[in-house]
Structure formats: structure tokens, C-alpha cells
């Protein structure tokens, strides 16, 4: 199913068909301010499971996610008053955080270190579909097993094929992507350039 969201202003009628999607365990491919993500529910174990195949990805290797919003993200991880601001003034934004996950978080979306990946992208179809289920969704990029990353949605929905419930079309994606920022232990440090001034962890 390829679905036409407005990315300005998405329509509600739509973004509640995805969001019931999600809700029942389904995937879907969906734009962020980045690239084409592939997601579900992070509470939904065989989705996730499924997504860990489609992108020959190993186990130990956990996906991140997106949050709707800075509360939305204390709910998931231990956020210190340093991690706050510092998210408080990039995000909505390309950035993905390394923070240290809290209990909420299920077991498969952790690393031994116990940290977890956050985003929250300046996309208004990802805040909506997040607010609409009550729960993150993971965020990984759109790509064949060759690593190359898929910008079209037409062409995300034929490559996927039935293996995806849902590929929301949402315009044209940079297709870069995001700088990540670890912050544990107050410590600030860039894992990855991409997208985004990183000049305040320098």
C-alpha cells in the first residue's frame, strides 16, 4: 500500500490508517527530515524481529527510534539536565543521541551497554504517526542489502513488496544522514558526521 501524506500538513484520515497499522504489529517505510525509515512500534517483539531480516542486520546491532518530543524521550531514556538542553536546542532536528535507555525500553532494542539510539526528526508526518500510536517507532534507513539507500517511495514499494504493510509517500528526502551524539555520562561525543552542525561537540 503506497500512501500520499502531505508532509506540511499531514492528513489526519491518513495518518490514522498508518497509525492502525502500526498499532496490529505492522511495518511500514515512512519519511523523515533525513532519509526513508523503515519502522514499527518498538513494543511489537516479531515486527521487530522481521525488520532484523529484511535488513540482514545482526542481532546485536539495535535499531534506534523516534520520539515525538523531549518528554516523550525522558520516558525511554535517563535524560540529565546537560543531555536536556543539549537536545532542547537541536531537536526537532537530524540528530540521533546515544543515551542510556530506561526501563521502559524492551530488551531487544538495547545494546549490552544498555544505551539506546533517540531521534526526533523535524518531520511532521513522523511527530504525527508517534503522537497517534502513544509509542516510538524504530528508525532505520531504506536500503537493499547492498547498502544502497532508497530515496523513492515508489521504489521502496516495489523493492519491499508485501514485505512492508505500508510505504507513506511523503515528497522528496535529502537521503543524508544523521550526525550521532553520544551523550553518556554527560560526555559528549560524535559517533557519525552527517546532517546537522555538530560545531557545539568540537
Not at 38 to 52: L, R, V
Request: glycine share 6%.
Amino acid at each position: 500500500m503506497l500512501l500520499k501524506i502531505n508532509p506540511i500538513n499531514p492528513q489526519v484520515r491518513l495518518v490514522d490508517k498508518v497509525s492502525a497499522i502500526l498499532k496490529r504489529g505492522g511495518i511500514i517505510a515512512y519519511p523523515t527530515d533525513t532519509h526513508y525509515g523503515i519502522g514499527c512500534d518498538i513494543f511489537h517483539k516479531k515486527s521487530i524481529e522481521a525488520i532484523y531480516q529484511l535488513k540482514q542486520r545482526p542481532k546485536h546491532k539495535p535499531f534506534s527510534f523516534i520520539c515525538s518530543d523531549l518528554k516523550n524521550i525522558s520516558h525511554f531514556a535517563k535524560v540529565s539536565n546537560y543531555a536536556y538542553k543539549t537536545m532542547k536546542r537541536l531537536l526537532p532536528g537530524p540528530y540521533t543521541f546515544v543515551l542510556e535507555g530506561s526501563r521502559m525500553v524492551p530488551k531487544i532494542m538495547l545494546t549490552k551497554r544498555k544505551t539506546v539510539g533517540i531521534r526526533v526528526p523535524d518531520n511532521k508526518i513522523c511527530i504525527e504517526l508517534i503522537k497517534a500510536i502513544g509509542n516510538p517507532i524504530i528508525s532505520t534507513s531504506a536500503t537493499t542489502p547492498a547498502s544502497d539507500i532508497l530515496h523513492d517511495p515508489s521504489l521502496i514499494h516495489d523493492y519491499f513488496g508485501k514485505r512492508i504493510d505500508a510505504v507513506i509517500d511523503g515528497g522528496p528526502i535529502s537521503g543524508s544522514p544523521s550526525s550521532i551524539i553520544s551523550l553518556i555520562n554527560d560526555e559528549p561525543e560524535v559517533i557519525r558526521e552527517g546532517l546537522g552542525d555538530i560545531s557545539l561537540f568540537q
